[in-house]
């Protein structure tokens, strides 16, 4: 269903800068709590330190959240609940999140998932940033290739230093 949706989607790559951007969407795998808080203080220094409006959308691999985990000031999730029965996410929260027209999207989640590929392909961002992967090319304007099973604070730390290296390249 995907494919027949999104299948030859790609939108005209324009490189948007670190420096240049103001507003910044993440996505990411928020089922692990140690992931939760490396994006929660990924998010809190973008902020402070770098002066973006940040809003990050993290996905519960279950029904519900846990009672301890719930959305806050840009930190919203969505669940199993909010998939429908071909993993379309088809919660207000989600559509809001795509709808939105972030200078840069960050696709934090390492792994093969169909409810973070729609919402990468639906997303109006200017400048989509992921993992390098085969069926996912046609998603992104700019994709890191990493070691296979780098543990996920590795991987944001290669996203940081990546952003870097961009941080002050002209957009055209």
């Known amino acids: 269903m995907f494919a027949r949706e999104h299948g030859s989607q790609h939108q005209a790559q324009r490189t948007m800068s670190f420096d240049e951007a103001r507003s910044i969407g993440i996505l990411y795998d928020s089922t692990e709590e140690k992931d939760f808080d490396l994006v929660r203080k990924y998010v809190k220094e973008i902020r402070e330190k770098y002066h973006k409006e940040v809003l990050a959308l993290g996905y519960f691999d279950q029904k519900e959240l846990p009672p301890m985990r719930f959305s806050k000031l840009g930190l919203d999730f969505f669940t199993q609940s909010d998939l429908n029965w071909y993993y379309k ?3 207000a929260v989600v559509r809001n999140f795509a709808q939105k027209e972030f200078d840069i ?3 934090l989640h390492t792994g093969d998932s169909i409810p973070f ?3 990468v392909a639906e997303s ?3 400048f989509k940033i992921g993992k390098y992967d085969v069926p996912n090319v046609k998603l992104y304007d700019f ?3 990493t070691k296979e099973h780098l543990p996920f604070a ?3 730390e290669q996203v940081k ?3 870097n290296t961009i941080r002050h390249a002209p957009g055209h």
Request: hydrophobic share 40%.
């Open 154 to 156: 590795q991987y944001i």
């Open 143 to 145: 994709m890191l290739s």
């Open 117 to 119: 590929r729609y919402i």
């Open 124 to 126: 109006r961002s200017r």
């Open 89 to 91: 996410p088809i919660s």
């Open 105 to 107: 999207l960050l696709d």
């Open 161 to 163: 230093h990546y952003m």
